[in-house]
């Protein structure tokens, strides 16, 4: 039997209510997607800051200056300020003591706090009102009791959990746990961890304790499927999974605990900690996202290794998340034949501790030779489909050309006015975010409203104004694509959308950025200045943005007033030429105006650095579903431009001229 590596998915079924005999909660989190692919979060219109109403940035220094003045000590950790707790018991009129133990965590980033003794959390200003309210002598506000969809996702995780079973008192628990691939991991490893396996749901069960009480706070469920000959493993969460923020394993941390693994599934945890006794921690969401809300968490270790899967996907987003960590304090395990996921090589024989030792440190002061690039290059050699990002899975054609998405490029797209610019780009936004790509879009041509509107349909594929029955269930599943929207409309100061931008990735690891369009960059603040030395200046902050946060950014850009018979060109975008010489990428939706009848649409690829691929192919567009992925019918095969290129060459010499338009 050929095994799937092993990268949970999404399910798409209806479990949780048939286990708590009900309704679904709304706080149950039930995933579906393809294997290997992750999403994780809920659309929220108002998650990112608006030009009407911002949250105010701050400072590392700010905040500083603000505890020295308010007269709170406080020492530097490596993603966080440590304070003592506002939210313990002492005078409400002083300042915390020095001598307090000092369990109040504050993102350096953002400002955002933490009480891991009380668990009360809030923004950077919700902090500034608590200090002004203990100055005055009013105690500040504890942690806020859990809403409703909250709490009732705790009663079925409880009902859930109550009828589980401990693996070691099932008759067959060896069936059981080769089933999940976990023979070798043992009875006292599971009961330390709290599994147990619901058999009603065929499912592993992982408890999420709180770590202020051990208080049961919700549950992930792990089930096998079969597909063929391969098996995959499907998630269900409570609550919902963007609210699921267990750091599996961490009630067995202690205190004295300096070296941590982390993890990128549960399964994996256990099988670490039973080889090596190292504390081992498995992340919420896999290598898909590092929420900071866990980082608090994090602070007390001196030394971590990050050993999230055996894909570069999982490659990447451990050097993203070791940013966020702290580079000086971070190792890194390379997937390789040699070094697989850390339950795959617990079965296969593996000596788990020799490969923690050999983890590489994040972070070089310097490369001097080959030989530190030499495991690199290996890598991409061996995995040249991993290397090339993530495939279309409705654009088959661009992955001939453009091979895959991938992080750090910088994409122009363009063409002419009303060709369907902003519709097929949220399609090929969108079926990369259906794929665990997180995606942040900038659409500052028409509102969020209407851009949501027109990727739902596309996600449906069917239009929803004649079956509104269907809304509820394909919103839902529309809400768990990690996928979020600036609020911005409009023109807008490019600082402001940068800065929001930066914000996106740290806080939920975007990793594709929409911008439509850069028109709207060139602001009032260009006014005095000339328009192509403006436009220079924001393509060359997207691409060092890009470059920097390992982040893809598609930009769309209007072209030129041309001609409306003839072809656009690479030369056609609006501007000068550094736009194009940025970009790794170069999209142009041509759309060829017919006499008869409506004009034939193409997507023309006339620019791909990563291996030079370049070419045309039609496209044909549903307006029931809004989408321009061409169908299984159609038999046009994709013209690559270097074919025609040497066709020309070859009549050439016969006289003919080489300016003879395409077919």
């Known amino acids: 039997m050929a095994v799937v590596p092993l990268r949970p998915y999404r399910a798409a079924g209806r479990l949780l209510p048939l286990l708590c005999g ?135 995780a409880r009902c859930i959990w109550d009828r589980a079973l401990p693996l070691w008192e099932l008759l067959d628990e060896d069936e059981t746990k080769a089933m999940f691939g976990i023979s070798l991991v043992t009875d006292a490893t599971l009961k330390r961890f709290g599994v147990r396996y619901l058999r009603t749901a065929k499912s592993l069960v992982f408890p999420w304790f709180s770590p202020r009480d051990a208080t049961l706070k919700g549950l992930k469920l792990v089930r096998v499927e079969k597909k063929g000959d391969a098996i995959a493993y499907v998630e269900e969460t409570l609550p919902r999974f963007d609210s699921y923020r267990n750091l599996f394993g961490l009630p067995l941390v202690s205190r004295r605990d300096t070296e941590l693994v982390l993890t990128g599934w549960e399964l994996d945890a256990l099988a670490l900690h039973q080889a090596t006794g190292v504390a081992s921690l ?213 600082k402001t959308v940068i800065d929001t931008m930066q914000h996106a990735v740290y806080m939920y690891d975007i990793t594709h950025v929409v911008v439509d369009n850069l028109q709207f960059m060139m602001g009032h603040e260009h006014l005095s200045v000339d328009r192509l030395a403006a436009q220079d200046y924001i393509v060359g902050a997207f691409r060092k943005f890009a470059t920097d946060n390992t982040c893809h950014i598609t930009l769309v850009i209007h072209p030129r007033k041309e001609d409306d018979e003839k072809e656009l060109q690479t030369a056609s975008i609006f501007g000068s030429a550094k736009a194009s010489q940025e970009a790794d990428n170069v999209l142009i939706l041509q759309d060829r105006k017919l006499v008869t009848g409506p004009g034939k649409r193409y997507l023309q690829v006339s620019k791909n650095r990563f291996d030079g691929d370049v070419g045309v192919f039609p496209l044909e567009f549903s307006k029931a579903s809004l989408t321009f992925s061409s169908s299984g019918k159609s038999k046009v095969k994709l013209k690559k431009m270097k074919e025609e290129k040497a066709l020309l060459a070859k009549k050439a010499p016969e006289g003919c001229s080489g300016d003879s338009k395409k077919p």
């Not at 590392?60 to 000590?73: H, S, V």
């Not at 133990?101 to 993102?107: A, E, K, V």
């Not at 027109?454 to 509104?468: C, G, K, N, Y």
Request: proline share 7%.
């Open 282 to 494: 498995a992340l919420p969401r896999g290598a898909t996202c590092l929420p900071p809300a866990l980082l608090p968490y994090l602070e007390q270790f001196k030394r971590i290794t990050l050993w999230l899967g055996e894909d570069l996907r999982s490659w990447e987003a451990a050097k993203l998340f070791a940013r966020k960590l702290s580079l000086k304090r971070c190792s890194l395990v390379r997937p390789g034949n040699l070094q697989p996921r850390p339950l795959e090589a617990l079965n296969q024989g593996l000596n788990l501790t020799k490969i923690l030792r050999a983890a590489l440190p994040a972070s070089h002061k310097s490369i001097v030779s080959f030989r530190q690039l030499r495991e690199e290059v290996f890598g991409e050699l061996v995995n040249t489909e991993q290397v090339a990002g993530v495939k279309w899975a409705r654009f088959p054609e661009l992955n001939k050309l453009l091979k895959g998405h991938r992080r750090g490029e910088l994409t122009i797209f363009t063409g002419p006015t009303g060709s369907g610019k902003t519709t097929f780009i949220s399609e090929y936004a969108l079926d990369l975010c259906m794929q665990g790509v997180c995606t942040l879009w900038g659409s500052f041509e028409i509102s969020n409203i209407r851009l949501a509107k027109i990727m739902l349909t596309q996600f449906a594929l069917r239009r929803l104004e004649d079956q509104l029955e269907l809304y509820d269930e394909w919103a839902d599943r529309f809400e768990d694509l990690p996928l979020y929207f600036m609020t911005f409309h409009g023109q807008q100061n490019i």
């Open 22 to 156: 009900g309704a679904r909660s709304k706080g149950a989190s039930l995933r579906a997607g393809a294997l290997g692919r992750l999403t994780q979060r809920r659309y929220k219109k108002d998650v990112l800051p608006s030009p009407e109403g911002p949250v105010p940035s701050v400072s590392i220094t700010e905040i500083r200056q603000y505890l020295r003045a308010q007269g709170i000590p406080f020492h530097d950790g490596y993603s966080c300020l440590h304070t003592p707790s506002l939210f313990t018991d002492g005078q409400q009129d002083q300042p915390p003591a020095p001598s307090a133990p000092y369990t109040l965590f504050i993102d350096k980033m953002t400002g955002s706090f933490l009480c891991t003794a009380t668990l009360a959390e809030g923004t950077w200003q919700d902090f500034q009102a608590n200090v002004e309210l203990r100055h005055r002598g009013v105690p500040p506000a504890g942690a806020e009791e859990p809403e409703e969809d909250a709490r009732r996702a705790r009663e079925d």
